[in-house]
C-alpha cells in the first residue's frame, strides 16, 4: 500500500523561505517510483506543475517557480524535497505531493497523491 506522507508546509512572508519534503513508503520490491514531485492548486484555480523528477534526475520546473524553487531527491529514502526560495504571495496555495509509480504485477503505472499541506506566503 503505497503512501505520501508531506511536511514542512506552512506561513511565511513574502521574501521568505521554506522547505516541503514528500516520503513515498509502501513501495517495497513491486513498485518503482518512475517520477515524484509537487503540484499545487489555489483557490478557485486548476492544479499546476511546480517541478518533478524522474528516476534518472531529470527535472522538470513549473514556469512560475524557475529560479526560485529547487527540487532534490533522495533515492534511498523515497523522499523527494523542495526547497522554496523568495517566495511571494501568489505561492499561496496547497501543494500536494506526486508520484508515479509503476507496478511490477500488473505491469501498469498509476499516480499517487498525499493528503496536501498549505503554504501561506503573506506581503
Known amino acids: 500500500h503505497v503512501q505520501l506522507v508531506e511536511s514542512g508546509g506552512g506561513l511565511v512572508q513574502a521574501g521568505g523561505t521554506l522547505r516541503l519534503t514528500c516520503a513515498a513508503s509502501g513501495t517495497g520490491s513491486i513498485f518503482r517510483i518512475n517520477a515524484m514531485g509537487w503540484y499545487r492548486q489555489a483557490p478557485g484555480k486548476p492544479r499546476e506543475l511546480v517541478a518533478t523528477i524522474t528516476s534518472g534526475g531529470r527535472t522538470n520546473n513549473g514556469d512560475a517557480v524557475k529560479g526560485r524553487f529547487t527540487l532534490s531527491r533522495d533515492s534511498a529514502k523515497n523522499t523527494v524535497y523542495l526547497q522554496m526560495n523568495s517566495l511571494k504571495s501568489e505561492d499561496t496555495a496547497v501543494y500536494y505531493c506526486?508520484?508515479?509509480?509503476?507496478?511490477?504485477?500488473?505491469?501498469?503505472?498509476?499516480?499517487?497523491w498525499g493528503q496536501g499541506t498549505q503554504v501561506t506566503v503573506s506581503s
Open positions: 506526486n508520484a508515479v509509480i509503476y507496478d511490477s504485477r500488473l505491469y501498469s503505472v498509476s499516480n499517487y
